[in-house]
């Protein structure tokens, strides 16, 4: 910006030349602020071009007590600049696709998995819970008689499915001891997620070697990078719960898979945590004066059903599983939690550690209100398992209703 005594003026010139006014080919607007700044710049800038002539650019700025003029063209060029370089407005275009609405901070999530792989060894201790969890999901495949040449492994973590389908004896049926691990219905299987460092943590041990995986690195787990109609079965245990457009994601999944193939997942969901929930608010409340958010959202086991129908998944079923972990503190707890990736990630969470007050508090809190009679505190971990399928044309279709023929009370009264 220019200042000629107390009158600012700025000038947005398309091109000029050495040697005097020419043929019209180029704009000067010219912004005074009304005590007559425009006319001494035009003036000065006259003199410049009869004189020594230079080139010169600037952007142009509109500030509320200005007037604006355009001048008439002096010397000029044919080579005229872009457009975008001579104008200041912008402008607002609406997108065809509906908002995504934002609830976790995607980079943070990242960085928490990124420490999480970063420990080894505390990593490895508190897998305990998406190890069992994947166990459970590996075990549902027991009920679909199929082979699977393309498995998806959707969020994969430490690739804790990938470790529960190499597991010996997995069929959980007593009158089968002797079974055959689960990897050998698969094929091919593929471990995406974001955090490479957690997804290649385990990449040395030896279930490795017995399935065909391939890792692969996802810029975004919601944006998924895949053809439609590349995967015969798509799986996910524990990272859904922290999808930001799980309407969208559901619907992503339903679009890769082949006709008639399943999708399995299990995530994080309900009540889980609520106990520690509970804790920290009556913490701040008590220490602070007000709540802060702790403990992540979770989406609830009634919307889930709804959510797999809308995302064009046919032969639903949606269950639930309380897994409840004793821990010898709140501080174990929250330690266990961070060595898994499971921290808080809300967008609207309050930075920085918590304090010592409220974290003593909330110890006290806790084992007062959902503390066992051995000394040790319960989580709740609810666990909502789900199975849809993809539309096809050979998949069984329910009924039309009232062709059934036996009254379901009479069965009920047989036995």
């Known amino acids: 910006m220019l200042k000629f005594g107390s009158a600012p003026a700025v000038a947005m010139i398309s091109s000029v030349q050495k040697g005097g006014p020419g043929p019209a080919s180029g704009v000067i607007a010219v912004e005074g602020n009304g005590r007559g700044g425009g006319a001494g710049w035009l003036r000065w800038w006259r003199r410049r071009v009869d004189g020594a002539g230079w080139n010169a650019m600037s952007a142009c700025r509109r500030t509320s007590n200005s007037a604006a003029r355009v001048l008439p063209r002096l010397s000029l060029n044919r080579c005229t600049p872009p457009a975008a370089q001579l104008t200041c407005r912008t402008y607002a275009v609406a997108s065809n696709a509906a908002p995504r609405f934002q609830v976790f901070n995607r980079r943070t999530k990242w960085l928490q998995k990124e420490r999480a792989g970063f420990n080894v060894e505390e990593g490895r201790q508190a897998d305990y819970l998406k190890d069992e969890v994947a166990v459970r999901v590996?075990?549902?495949?027991?009920?679909?008689?199929?082979?699977?040449?393309?498995?998806?492994?959707?969020?994969?973590?430490?690739?804790?499915?990938?470790?529960?389908?190499?597991?010996?004896?997995?069929?959980?049926?007593?009158?089968?001891?002797?079974?055959?691990?689960?990897?050998?219905?698969?094929?091919?299987?593929?471990?995406?997620?974001?955090?490479?460092?957690?997804?290649?943590?385990?990449?040395?041990?030896?279930?490795?070697?017995?399935?065909?995986?391939?890792?692969?690195?996802?810029?975004?787990?919601?944006?998924?990078?895949?053809?439609?109609?590349?995967?015969?079965?798509?799986?996910?245990?524990?990272?859904?719960?922290?999808?930001?457009?799980?309407?969208?994601?559901?619907?992503?999944?339903?679009?890769?898979?082949?006709?008639?193939?399943?999708?399995?997942?299990?995530?994080?969901?309900?009540?889980?945590?609520?106990?520690?929930?509970?804790?920290?608010?009556?913490?701040?409340?008590?220490?602070?004066?007000?709540?802060?958010?702790?403990?992540?959202?979770?989406?609830?086991?009634?919307?889930?059903?709804g959510l797999l129908q809308k995302a064009g998944f046919k032969m639903l079923t949606v269950d639930v599983d309380d897994i409840i972990v004793d821990y010898p503190d709140t501080f174990a707890l929250m330690q266990d939690l961070q060595a898994m990736g499971e921290s808080n990630a809300i967008l609207g969470r309050e930075m920085g550690p918590i304090g010592r007050d409220v974290l003593l508090a909330n110890d006290a809190i806790y084992r007062e209100l959902h503390g066992n009679e051995d000394g040790s505190i319960p989580a709740t971990f609810r666990i909502i398992y789900m199975i849809g399928w993809r539309e096809g044309e050979n998949q069984p279709q329910p009924l039309a209703r009232g062709s059934g023929e036996t009254n379901l009370k009479d069965l009920l009264e047989q036995k």
């Open 138 to 305: 590996a075990e549902r495949l027991l009920d679909i008689n199929r082979h699977f040449p393309k498995v998806l492994d959707l969020g994969a973590n430490s690739c804790n499915i990938a470790r529960a389908l190499t597991s010996d004896n997995p069929d959980p049926d007593p009158s089968k001891p002797d079974s055959a691990p689960l990897s050998t219905r698969i094929s091919e299987l593929t471990a995406v997620d974001s955090s490479e460092t957690l997804l290649y943590r385990d990449s040395g041990l030896d279930f490795n070697k017995k399935l065909n995986i391939t890792r692969r690195v996802l810029e975004d787990e919601e944006t998924l990078p895949f053809e439609p109609e590349s995967f015969d079965l798509v799986l996910s245990s524990l990272s859904m719960h922290w999808i930001n457009d799980l309407p969208g994601i559901l619907s992503q999944i339903n679009s890769i898979l082949k006709p008639d193939s399943p999708f399995i997942g299990a995530m994080l969901g309900g009540d889980s945590l609520f106990e520690l929930r509970t804790s920290l608010q009556l913490a701040d409340l008590e220490r602070r004066g007000g709540i802060s958010p702790h403990v992540s959202p979770l989406a609830d086991v009634r919307d889930i059903g």
